[in-house]
């Protein structure tokens, strides 16, 4: 029932992770919203939430302090910082739509600078290992219809992506599994997770021992015998058995998170991941899916690579694109203190980022663009807030596994707050006008 | 001027331009271009070209290493961009451009990723572009068919059409991938789809029945079964057989790409030969027919189809790199970098079978020039192949390197046809247009668009047969590529580059109909895909240059 002013809309994409549920009901009357419904608690935390801790003008620091600023100062003094800076980032991305990105994109390439987005600490080892094997993945709809094996190693879907389960795994409904006895889960972790909880079969594996149980998983899928009793603290019984699951299953996807692409060796997890779902091929039918975090950090990879040929870490300076993670990424160049501008966007990098990095993005100018008030918006030159990709305003992001949505907005941002992709137009039309006298 | 649709070959001719179109004449105001002593020909129309979407940007992330040594610096009118097998958007644009090309098909997208592909397009500068929606595999197509529901699979590729914004009906392995999502591969035409009481005979010949209810301007664009199988041109030809009579009889019904990939005669892979012979000769007593080459290339490039049987196979067969990529209810991709070797046997075999495909297939209207880019090679190989097709003596050069067992096998070192600049401007544009059913393009009558493509080469000075490399040199870098009546391209540089347009088609079928198949498609849907049918459509709006072609069902 929906009075004069309040609205129901149905089938509201979440822009929160890489699972983009599209099914979320949300209520608003007067611009605001009332309820959002079929979500997760994180879903409708982000729509009830979204205006607190929230600036509603551009701040531009002066004399050390940040005061409030207009728009248009805002978009010149970004443009002047950034077409006179020598080396400067553009840093986030995922959490905006790809219209934004591909705006962040040009004014990298017009100020010669470098274009780095969240896979840079998230999956950016999956990108790598990628690129060394391949990778044999689908839609998460053929996990749903097809799968009778489930893996989910070194990812917490319960915290991290509440719905996956229910949506497109164990507790899914699909064409030839309709049942959650049709299908067997189990969880590799560290520890024993609340996913775990959930799963037929829990598998601790020592902290920074996934390569060698991974090693030894494709030794038995290979039929090798394994010389030793214990791997990473599972028998080798367990390591035997669960290839053998893995070897005899119809369909078996494998899920994996930052348990494989931030502990130990990092992409070479990643690596040996790929090759053993790449192995197993051979004998069954396997696919596996990294658990891409925020809501459009797929979207972002993408729009970069079919403008530059790079999914992330792509540097512009010499006027062509350059891919050298280690070389060309964020962090390392905060760390090397090369950078004399940065740009922050759909990400809080003072959040996230080690210590050093963050000590010294703050002796650089900032320019950050969000949403909400964070310690990153603190350490910056100027502020913009900006309104949501997929409450405010629209665009296209791009589920975990390269889906492509449409968001729309279901309240008017407030007044004065522009779009991800507004702000970055602007810049980049003043930064033009800077770089060719016009 | 070649202008073979309207019986123009090599004449001395005067082109006037307005606003956009060719028309009877200009003012004396009127800019001149003199391209006196150089070939001018209608702009290039690609039918087919990886070049926009999931899998071809999945190649892109894969092969950092094809991008490295290829790369386009930023300039005050053109964006910063790489290649080399896989180039990116604005790159792919430019560079066709400097080919002389302006128009271009992306034929393989998967429904549900369509949005996607779109976006790229939308990236990609100065050609007019679409792009080919895949059906072949797709659960509601095979489940209307399987049904006997024609009519009712009609309305619902009307609607996905609309939906995807696509072009034409692109069918891959009809069956053949659906079985690949069980790692199950099909053998011929006659076998059973998994959990699907179809066959890929009779989801080709259903969806050929619905293009022709459907009245779209291109016919079924077909993959055949069995690239993977070594001896595979019997399937070729039966696939074109699968619907012969099904037609009305004054055009083709079937058009089938990348003829060579599924060419070949042989039991083993030390047997394989050229089933070209066999498959031109099918093809010149059958006009209901249409084929393009899908040559290869001696070079390192990147494989990339719906096809994931058979990218699996080649994974298996090379050890490279193995992307796959299956999509729920409607397809699969794979991508696998390989290079074709000129000592390879089996490459210098392929090499041969698409040459004499086009040779000996009579009719160049009928027949195209392609390298299924990125597949067999890259588009900006074309001039070279054009020169293959235009000179015995530059085949016999090339002849000369490749494995000698392939050569004595093949045929082609006998056949002395050489291709005119007419047959070429045939089989590069006026022919494919025409096959498209784009009837502003692929000529330079009054009503075209003026898209224009002149080369710096005077066909009554040179002879192609002798002096290909002056050939090549000339088709490589456009004098002067225009556009929708822009200068865009001066002697090989790009000068101005605007956007073109994305062409999709609207085929409306009965309102009865139309809304009884999207009733029934509300209930499937939810069960089959894991987004709401609410968000999967798109809105005319999302294309940045819509052109929507109107066409009127038989139902």
């Given at each position: 029932?929906t009075?004069?002013s309040?609205k129901?809309?149905s089938n509201?994409v979440?822009p929160?992770?890489?699972?983009?549920?599209d099914?979320?009901e949300?209520?608003?009357?007067?611009?605001?919203?009332?309820?959002?419904?079929s979500?997760c608690s994180?879903?409708s935390?982000k729509?009830l939430?979204?205006?607190?801790?929230?600036p509603?003008?551009?701040f531009i620091?002066?004399d050390?302090?940040?005061?409030e600023?207009s728009?248009e100062?805002?978009v010149?003094?970004?443009a002047e910082?950034?077409?006179?800076?020598?080396?400067?980032?553009?840093?986030?991305?995922g959490?905006?739509?790809n219209?934004?990105?591909r705006?962040g994109?040009?004014?990298t390439?017009w100020?010669g600078g470098?274009i780095?987005?969240?896979?840079?600490?998230?999956?950016?080892p999956?990108l790598?290992?990628?690129?060394e094997v391949?990778?044999?993945t689908?839609?998460?709809?053929e996990?749903m219809?097809q799968?009778d094996?489930?893996?989910?190693?070194g990812?917490?879907?319960?915290?991290s992506?509440p719905h996956?389960?229910?949506?497109?795994s164990?507790l899914?409904?699909?064409?030839?599994?309709s049942?959650?006895?049709e299908?067997?889960?189990?969880v590799?972790d560290?520890?024993r997770?609340?996913?775990?909880k959930?799963?037929?079969?829990?598998?601790?594996?020592?902290?920074?021992?996934?390569y060698e149980l991974?090693c030894?998983l494709?030794m038995?899928v290979?039929g090798?015998?394994?010389e030793?009793n214990?791997v990473?603290?599972?028998?080798?019984?367990?390591?035997?058995e669960?290839?053998?699951l893995?070897?005899?299953?119809e369909?078996?996807v494998?899920?994996?998170?930052l348990?494989?692409?931030?502990?130990?060796g990092?992409?070479?997890?990643?690596?040996v991941?790929?090759?053993?779902?790449r192995?197993l091929?051979?004998?069954?039918k396997?696919l596996?899916?990294?658990?891409?975090g925020h809501?459009d950090?797929?979207?972002?990879?993408?729009?970069?690579?079919?403008?530059?040929?790079?999914p992330?870490?792509v540097?512009?300076?010499?006027g062509y694109p350059?891919?050298?993670?280690?070389?060309?990424?964020?962090?390392?160049?905060?760390?090397r203190?090369d950078?004399d501008?940065?740009?922050?966007?759909?990400a809080?990098?003072?959040?996230?980022?080690?210590?050093?990095?963050?000590?010294?993005l703050?002796?650089?100018?900032?320019i950050s663009?969000?949403?909400?008030?964070s310690?990153t918006?603190?350490i910056?030159?100027?502020?913009f807030?900006?309104?949501?990709?997929g409450?405010?305003?629209?665009g296209?992001?791009?589920r975990?596994?390269g889906v492509?949505i449409?968001?729309?907005?279901?309240?008017?941002p407030?007044p004065?707050v522009h779009?991800?992709?507004?702000?970055?137009q602007?810049i980049?039309?003043?930064?033009?006008k800077?770089?060719?006298g016009q | 001027?070649?202008?073979?649709?309207n019986r123009?070959e090599?004449?001395?001719?005067?082109?006037?331009i307005?606003?956009?179109?060719?028309?009877?004449?200009?003012?004396?105001g009127?800019?001149?271009?003199d391209?006196?002593g150089?070939i001018?020909?209608p702009?290039?129309v690609d039918i087919?070209?990886h070049i926009?979407g999931a899998?071809?940007n999945?190649?892109?992330?894969l092969r950092?290493?094809?991008h490295?040594?290829?790369v386009?610096?930023?300039t005050?009118i053109?964006?910063?961009?790489t290649g080399?097998?896989?180039?990116t958007t604005?790159t792919?644009?430019y560079r066709?451009?400097?080919?002389?090309?302006?128009?271009?098909?992306?034929?393989?997208?998967?429904?549900?990723?369509?949005?996607?592909?779109?976006?790229e397009?939308?990236?990609?500068?100065?050609?007019?572009?679409?792009?080919f929606p895949?059906f072949?595999n797709d659960w509601h197509?095979i489940?209307?068919l399987q049904?006997g529901?024609v009519e009712?699979?009609?309305a619902?590729?009307a609607?996905?059409?609309?939906a995807?914004?696509?072009?034409a009906i692109k069918?891959?392995?009809?069956?053949g991938?659906?079985?690949?999502k069980?790692?199950?591969?099909?053998?011929g035409l006659d076998?059973?789809?998994p959990?699907?009481?179809?066959t890929?005979?009779e989801?080709?010949r259903?969806?050929?029945k619905v293009?022709?209810?459907l009245?779209l301007?291109?016919?079924?664009?077909v993959?055949?079964?069995?690239?993977?199988?070594i001896?595979?041109?019997?399937?070729?030809i039966d696939?074109?057989?699968?619907?012969?009579?099904?037609g009305n009889?004054?055009?083709?019904?079937?058009?089938?790409?990348h003829?060579?990939f599924?060419g070949?005669?042989?039991?083993a892979?030390h047997?394989v030969g050229s089933g070209?012979?066999e498959?031109?000769?099918y093809?010149?007593?059958h006009?209901h027919?249409?084929v393009?080459m899908?040559?290869?290339v001696?070079?390192?490039?990147?494989t990339m189809t719906?096809?994931?049987?058979?990218q699996y196979?080649?994974y298996?067969l090379s050890?490279?790199?193995?992307?796959?990529?299956d999509?729920e209810?409607?397809?699969g991709?794979?991508v696998?970098?390989?290079?074709y070797r000129?000592?390879?046997?089996?490459?210098?075999?392929?090499?041969g079978?698409?040459l004499?495909?086009a040779?000996?297939?009579?009719?160049p209207?009928?027949v195209?020039?392609t390298?299924d880019?990125?597949n067999?090679?890259?588009f900006?190989?074309?001039?070279?192949?054009?020169?293959?097709?235009?000179?015995?003596?530059a085949?016999e050069k090339?002849?000369a390197r490749?494995n000698r067992?392939?050569r004595n096998k093949?045929d082609?070192p006998?056949?002395?046809?050489?291709?005119s600049?007419?047959e070429i401007?045939?089989?590069?544009?006026?022919?494919?247009?025409k096959?498209?059913g784009l009837?502003?393009?692929g000529?330079?009558?009054?009503?075209a668009?003026a898209?224009?493509?002149v080369y710096?080469?005077?066909?009554?000075?040179?002879d192609?047969s002798?002096d290909f490399?002056?050939v090549r040199?000339?088709l490589?870098k456009?004098?002067?590529?225009?556009k929708?009546?822009?200068?865009?391209?001066k002697n090989?540089e790009?000068v101005?580059t605007?956007?073109?347009?994305?062409?999709?088609?609207?085929s409306?079928?009965?309102?009865?109909l139309?809304?009884?198949?999207?009733?029934d498609?509300?209930?499937?849907?939810t069960?089959?895909y894991?987004?709401?049918?609410d968000n999967?459509?798109?809105a005319?709006?999302?294309?940045a240059?819509?052109?929507r072609?109107?066409?009127?069902a038989?139902?």
């Amino acid at each position: 029932m929906t009075t004069l002013s309040k609205k129901i809309i149905s089938n509201v994409v979440c822009p929160f992770c890489g699972s983009t549920c599209d099914d979320l009901e949300v209520t608003v009357e007067d611009g605001k919203v009332l309820t959002a419904r079929s979500g997760c608690s994180s879903s409708s935390s982000k729509f009830l939430s979204c205006n607190i801790e929230r600036p509603l003008t551009p701040f531009i620091r002066k004399d050390g302090e940040l005061r409030e600023a207009s728009y248009e100062d805002a978009v010149h003094r970004s443009a002047e910082i950034l077409a006179n800076a020598k080396y400067p980032v553009l840093y986030g991305w995922g959490s905006t739509c790809n219209e934004a990105v591909r705006a962040g994109l040009e004014l990298t390439e017009w100020v010669g600078g470098v274009i780095d987005n969240t896979a840079t600490f998230c999956h950016g080892p999956s990108l790598l290992a990628s690129q060394e094997v391949g990778m044999s993945t689908g839609t998460l709809g053929e996990a749903m219809h097809q799968a009778d094996l489930i893996i989910y190693w070194g990812s917490n879907p319960v915290h991290s992506h509440p719905h996956h389960i229910m949506r497109y795994s164990a507790l899914s409904k699909g064409r030839f599994r309709s049942s959650r006895k049709e299908r067997r889960m189990v969880v590799v972790d560290v520890r024993r997770t609340d996913s775990a909880k959930l799963a037929d079969q829990f598998i601790q594996v020592t902290p920074n021992g996934d390569y060698e149980l991974l090693c030894a998983l494709r030794m038995a899928v290979r039929g090798d015998e394994l010389e030793q009793n214990v791997v990473a603290g599972v028998p080798a019984e367990r390591i035997e058995e669960l290839a053998e699951l893995m070897i005899s299953c119809e369909f078996g996807v494998l899920f994996f998170g930052l348990g494989l692409t931030a502990s130990e060796g990092r992409h070479r997890n990643v690596d040996v991941a790929l090759s053993l779902v790449r192995d197993l091929n051979a004998r069954t039918k396997f696919l596996i899916f990294p658990m891409r975090g925020h809501f459009d950090i797929t979207g972002a990879c993408q729009v970069s690579a079919w403008i530059t040929g790079f999914p992330y870490g792509v540097d512009m300076s010499q006027g062509y694109p350059r891919y050298n993670p280690g070389d060309t990424t964020m962090i390392d160049i905060l760390a090397r203190k090369d950078c004399d501008a940065a740009v922050v966007i759909g990400a809080d990098a003072a959040s996230n980022f080690p210590a050093k990095a963050t000590r010294n993005l703050a002796k650089i100018p900032v320019i950050s663009i969000d949403p909400h008030s964070s310690p990153t918006a603190l350490i910056s030159e100027v502020v913009f807030p900006s309104s949501f990709v997929g409450i405010e305003t629209g665009g296209v992001i791009y589920r975990m596994d390269g889906v492509a949505i449409m968001t729309k907005p279901v309240i008017p941002p407030p007044p004065g707050v522009h779009s991800d992709v507004e702000i970055l137009q602007d810049i980049l039309s003043h930064v033009k006008k800077l770089k060719t006298g016009q | 001027m070649y202008d073979p649709l309207n019986r123009i070959e090599g004449e001395k001719a005067d082109i006037s331009i307005r606003d956009g179109k060719v028309v009877e004449g200009v003012s004396d105001g009127a800019t001149i271009i003199d391209a006196s002593g150089m070939i001018v020909m209608p702009g290039g129309v690609d039918i087919h070209s990886h070049i926009a979407g999931a899998k071809v940007n999945a190649g892109r992330i894969l092969r950092p290493e094809d991008h490295e040594k290829d790369v386009e610096k930023h300039t005050s009118i053109t964006r910063a961009g790489t290649g080399h097998s896989i180039p990116t958007t604005y790159t792919t644009g430019y560079r066709y451009a400097k080919l002389g090309y302006t128009t271009v098909f992306e034929p393989a997208t998967p429904l549900m990723k369509t949005r996607h592909t779109h976006e790229e397009l939308d990236d990609t500068p100065i050609v007019d572009k679409g792009c080919f929606p895949l059906f072949g595999n797709d659960w509601h197509t095979i489940e209307y068919l399987q049904q006997g529901r024609v009519e009712e699979c009609a309305a619902y590729i009307a609607w996905m059409l609309r939906a995807t914004k696509g072009y034409a009906i692109k069918i891959v392995n009809p069956g053949g991938v659906e079985a690949w999502k069980w790692g199950r591969s099909l053998v011929g035409l006659d076998d059973r789809v998994p959990n699907f009481e179809l066959t890929p005979r009779e989801i080709i010949r259903g969806i050929c029945k619905v293009n022709q209810l459907l009245h779209l301007p291109h016919t079924i664009h077909v993959h055949t079964n069995d690239l993977a199988k070594i001896g595979n041109y019997q399937t070729t030809i039966d696939t074109m057989d699968s619907v012969r009579g099904l037609g009305n009889e004054n055009k083709p019904s079937i058009h089938i790409t990348h003829v060579q990939f599924t060419g070949r005669t042989g039991s083993a892979w030390h047997n394989v030969g050229s089933g070209a012979p066999e498959i031109a000769d099918y093809v010149n007593k059958h006009d209901h027919v249409t084929v393009d080459m899908g040559q290869i290339v001696f070079m390192n490039t990147t494989t990339m189809t719906a096809d994931g049987a058979f990218q699996y196979m080649l994974y298996q067969l090379s050890g490279n790199k193995w992307l796959n990529s299956d999509v729920e209810v409607e397809t699969g991709s794979g991508v696998v970098p390989y290079r074709y070797r000129r000592n390879n046997y089996v490459n210098a075999i392929q090499w041969g079978i698409g040459l004499e495909l086009a040779l000996l297939i009579k009719d160049p209207w009928r027949v195209y020039m392609t390298t299924d880019h990125p597949n067999g090679g890259d588009f900006t190989k074309y001039p070279k192949i054009i020169s293959w097709l235009m000179s015995r003596k530059a085949r016999e050069k090339s002849l000369a390197r490749i494995n000698r067992i392939a050569r004595n096998k093949l045929d082609l070192p006998d056949l002395d046809r050489e291709y005119s600049f007419s047959e070429i401007a045939v089989v590069t544009r006026a022919g494919t247009a025409k096959a498209l059913g784009l009837k502003e393009k692929g000529h330079l009558g009054v009503g075209a668009d003026a898209d224009v493509a002149v080369y710096n080469i005077d066909p009554r000075k040179v002879d192609p047969s002798r002096d290909f490399r002056l050939v090549r040199k000339a088709l490589k870098k456009a004098a002067f590529t225009i556009k929708g009546g822009r200068i865009v391209v001066k002697n090989g540089e790009m000068v101005e580059t605007p956007m073109g347009r994305t062409y999709w088609v609207d085929s409306s079928v009965s309102e009865g109909l139309r809304s009884k198949v999207e009733s029934d498609l509300r209930t499937t849907f939810t069960k089959y895909y894991s987004v709401q049918m609410d968000n999967y459509a798109m809105a005319d709006s999302e294309l940045a240059h819509s052109s929507r072609i109107n066409v009127k069902a038989d139902v």
